[in-house]
Nanobody
Framework: QVQLEESWGDSVEAGGSMTPSCAAS????????MAWFRQAPGKGREGVAR????????YYADSVKGRFTISRDNAKNILYLQMSNLKPEDTAMYYC?????????????????WGPGTQVTVSS
């Protein structure tokens, strides 16, 4: 049974930093593309960053490039999202997600397993 659980969401002031994490279990973590998504109040869910199974390839939404870094620890089955220079528009519920299949990790579509989310709030 695939399980994903986010933690370390928080409230910070604009310009601050935080690193939510996601613990995965119930499957061969090191074989799947992983991603972070977010959903702000009144908006749809959007892909923020994704990382290939071995961690060698990363992809970012334009809105977070240069500020966010996705990484994974395949020995500990943990996914991270280092966020810096945070802006009020980064305020959202952040979700980690697992790809449905053993894909090449080239798109934000096809993610079928989700954690419950962790709230990130950035005040101006």
């Amino acid at each position: 049974q695939v399980q994903l659980e986010e933690s370390w969401g928080d409230s910070v002031e604009a310009g601050g930093s935080m690193t939510p994490s996601c613990a995965a279990s119930g499957y061969a973590y090191h074989t799947y593309c992983m991603a972070w998504f977010r959903q702000a109040p009144g908006k749809g869910r959007e892909g923020v960053a994704r990382v290939s199974s071995a961690g060698r390839r990363t992809y970012y939404a334009d809105s977070v490039k240069g500020r966010f870094t996705i990484s994974r620890d395949n020995a500990k089955n943990i996914l991270y999202l280092q966020m810096s220079n945070l802006k009020p528009e980064d305020t959202a519920m952040y979700y980690c997600a697992r790809d449905s299949f053993l894909s090449a990790c080239t798109t934000f579509s096809g993610f079928a397993y989700w954690g419950p989310g962790t709230q990130v709030t950035v005040s101006s």
